[in-house]
């Protein structure tokens, strides 16, 4: 394999200079990132065999989407055995084999824990499926009975995220209508009461689970959702609503109070173990100060900036939520996290050139408005990245972004696998474009992906250009750009810095950080650069003129 072993791998970091302080976190999907069995679906193994491309690219940390055992309704996030791995990824001692070697080349291992809800498949939801209403086995998920004379009404009138009720209801066992679950998300997703301790419990041993198996941390699913409000009152969110509630204030299952007593409580949990472990909060909240709460001292070590991930290609707006973000999450002693593309988004290179904006979580298909302009999608991303990975903190990148996918907008309605698809009637696509088993090898079958060429979702025939071999070498290819930007970002310790604005004009981004000038310009005419030597630049730069749409760092 070809990556270092250093004999030490892995050593302690210091109180306030904590690995997950500035790292940067790759999101592997597993079931696209690299397919070694050859089902068309990647695996536990296709990553170790990939581990050598991330210790290249220069990451510190990998975060893995789930592989639990799972029946995939919703592509792992509907967990059916906390402890253990799914058949189709592979097996614990795949886990095991993984992390080793993932340690060994000095990247740190983030798995992902889905709290809020289970699989139906579950064997604590079908013991509650088959005990009585009011049984402690019931207790353990939200199951209530229905309104109106025959209970046949749902509870309340809260909506799936994914489209349509969020509660079903069950058959007793004399074949009569009986209660009903709530189910945030998919039908096949019962959600867990977390006022009840038996839960609690039950997640703080799978914590220990994986933490004795040496994981570095936990991204923590929906950790915005956990607790519901008291009485689980009726709830009318606006037309235009986010999905995940990150634009809404006092929804009656999200963000409510209590669900930072379960964080305070993993939190020492955690803090038993050695090597800094981190849970990282999914938490879609409309403000920096909001999303900041799950991370004060005694509760999570990161958030998903997530106001950030919104924010337009637009110089302003971006001042402020950086502003913003440092000054929110610096209040409670926290690094901010920057993000600009995840398994649930519409990739960045698409989303910055999309011309009509869609909500967030309804993705985009063939008959969609606002059809994006790939090579202007392309030209911002690469400067969004360049902007984001000069930002002090820690970043994530998104499996494929350092390849410069675009999301894949022309799937066929019957290859679509999001729930999302299924739960709206085709009405949103959700987020399978952005899912797409990503190119290694140009010329080989599935691109490399997979020995058999086999893929769980098609990959567009122009993907062979944009595959990693045909990248590797080519000083201007997107690949190259991210591995100069780490790099750089590294050797600059700009991960650990501190910002510090400069005036510019109305459509750029400047700042210093350390001994880097950072310059982006979002507006349409070339902006003048200072005088240095230019470090990294996501374009060309002609006679000390950065052009439209795109950033560079400069000695400072
Ligand atoms: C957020 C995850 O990122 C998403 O992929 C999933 O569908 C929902 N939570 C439900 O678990």
């Given amino acids: 394999m070809p990556y270092p072993t250093p004999a030490s791998p892995l050593s302690p970091t210091r109180p306030g200079a904590e690995w997950w302080r500035t790292a940067v976190i790759y999101q592997i999907y597993p079931r696209s990132f690299a397919d070694a069995s050859g089902d068309g679906i990647g695996d536990l193994p296709g990553i170790t065999s990939r581990l050598g491309s991330l210790v290249d690219l220069g990451v510190d ?13 919703d592509a792992g996030y509907d967990v059916a055995d906390y402890c253990d791995v799914d058949p189709l990824f592979g097996t614990l001692d795949d886990f095991d084999d993984m992390l080793a070697k993932a340690h060994a080349g000095g990247i740190r291992v983030i798995i992902d824990l889905v709290p809020n809800h289970s699989s139906d498949q579950h064997v604590w939801f079908q013991e509650a499926l088959a005990s009585v209403p009011g049984s402690a086995a019931r207790a353990r998920y939200v199951f209530r009975d229905g309104k109106g004379p025959d209970g046949a009404e749902p509870p309340n009138n809260w909506e799936s995220v994914f489209g349509g009720p969020a509660w079903t209801r069950t058959t007793d066992a004399d074949g009569e209508p009986g209660q009903w679950y709530l189910h945030l ?33 936990f991204r923590v699913d929906v950790a915005h959702g956990l607790v519901k409000a008291d009485g689980l009152p009726d709830y009318h969110p606006p037309a235009d609503a986010d999905s995940m509630g990150g634009e809404e204030e006092n929804v009656p299952y999200w963000g409510q109070p209590g669900v930072h007593d379960i964080y305070r409580e993993w939190n020492r949990v955690l803090a038993e173990y050695d090597g800094d472990r ?15 709460l799950w991370v004060r ?21 971006l001042r402020e939520v950086i502003s913003e973000s440092l000054r929110a999450f ?29 909500p967030q979580g309804h993705g985009i298909g063939p008959k969609s408005p606002g059809q994006p302009i790939p090579a202007l999608g392309l030209r911002r991303a690469r400067a969004a990245t360049t902007l984001m990975l000069a930002l002090p903190g820690s970043a994530y990148v998104y499996q494929g972004e350092e390849l410069g996918l675009p999301e894949v907008v022309e799937l ?65 290819s997107t690949l190259s750009l991210y591995r100069t930007l780490l790099a750089t970002r590294r050797a600059h310790g700009l991960g650990a810095g501190e910002l510090e604005w400069l005036d510019a004009g109305d459509d750029t981004v400047a700042f210093r950080n350390g001994d880097v000038i950072v310059v982006a310009n979002t507006g349409d005419a070339p902006v003048r650069l200072p005088a240095g030597e230019v470090l990294v630049s996501s ?17 400072a």
């Fill in 185 to 217: 998300f998919d039908s096949s997703q019962p959600d867990f009461d977390w006022s009840n301790p038996v839960v609690h419990e039950e997640f703080i041993r799978i914590l220990r689970f994986w933490l004795d198996r040496g994981v570095d941390g």
């Fill in 330 to 358: 610096g209040a409670v002693g926290a690094p901010s996290t920057w993000v600009l593309s995840n398994h649930d988004v519409i990739r960045h290179a698409t989303r910055y050139a999309l011309t009509a904006p869609l």
């Fill in 539 to 555: 374009a060309d730069i002609l006679d000390g003129m950065l052009p439209a749409d795109s950033a560079c760092w400069i000695a």
């Fill in 278 to 292: 981190a849970l990282v909060a999914e938490a879609w909240r409309p403000t920096e100060d909001e999303t900041a």
């Fill in 297 to 317: 001292s005694d509760e999570m070590q990161q958030a998903f900036n997530f106001p950030y991930l919104l924010t337009e290609w637009d110089a302003a707006e």
């Fill in 412 to 476: 066929d309605d019957d290859v679509r696998q999001d729930p999302t698809w299924f739960r709206t009637g085709g009405e949103r696509y959700g987020r399978d474009g952005c899912r797409v088993p990503i190119p290694w090898s140009s010329d080989a079958p599935g691109y490399g992906f997979s020995p058999t060429g086999e893929s769980w979702l098609p990959q567009p025939a122009v993907w062979g250009d944009l595959a990693r071999d045909a990248q590797e070498g080519d000083p201007a």
């Fill in 61 to 73: 940390a990998i975060w893995l989407s789930p592989f639990q055992r799972s029946p995939q309704k």
